[in-house]
């Protein structure tokens, strides 16, 4: 009868349609369970060298905020001083060239942390690529299990009793 079709297996054993449908729906979810695992994986190998890249320039990043912000007060009015003693200049602006010198300072070390985390921005790509391939793989998958299955419902292909 038609609707107990069966589907022989690379074993020789027969099984019937909906049994053949099962299996091998069966390990199309084992194997995105498998995916899915070493998707996780890779992700965290990533996270955690992401992690060792990013701790330098942030802590560099806290560092510059800090010099910026407080400009080391007593270095900075030790410098202003010995300007002022060298030079001819007024006090007031023996200071401000000193303020000036330590916001330069500061914007070089932000820079350079910068710089530093701009390289630990393609820390994922091993993963991105990983997952874009994974679900090609699923799509084709699926597209080939629709077709065979398209084909054993309209009789188009081969059939096996």
Known sequence: MADQTTVERF??????APRAAARNMA???????????????????DSRQALGRIVPPIVMVVVAAMVGLSCVPLAFVAV????????SLSLAACFWITLAAGLIVA????????????SV?????????????????????????????????????????
């Open 11 to 16: 074993n020789g054993v027969r099984d019937s």
């Open 80 to 87: 202003a001083l010995t300007l002022a003693a060298w030079t």
């Open 27 to 45: 390990d199309l979810i084992h194997d995105l369970v498998t995916l899915a695992e070493l998707q996780w994986r890779l992700l965290s190998v």
């Open 121 to 161: 921005a393609g820390v994922f790509d091993r993963s991105k690529a990983e997952l874009r391939q994974n679900v090609e793989w699923l799509k084709g998958m699926l597209r080939r299990l629709s077709h065979r299955s398209d084909e054993t419902a309209t009789g188009c292909g081969p059939a096996v009793n």
């Open 107 to 118: 914007g070089i070390l932000f820079a350079v942390a910068l710089g530093q985390l701009k």
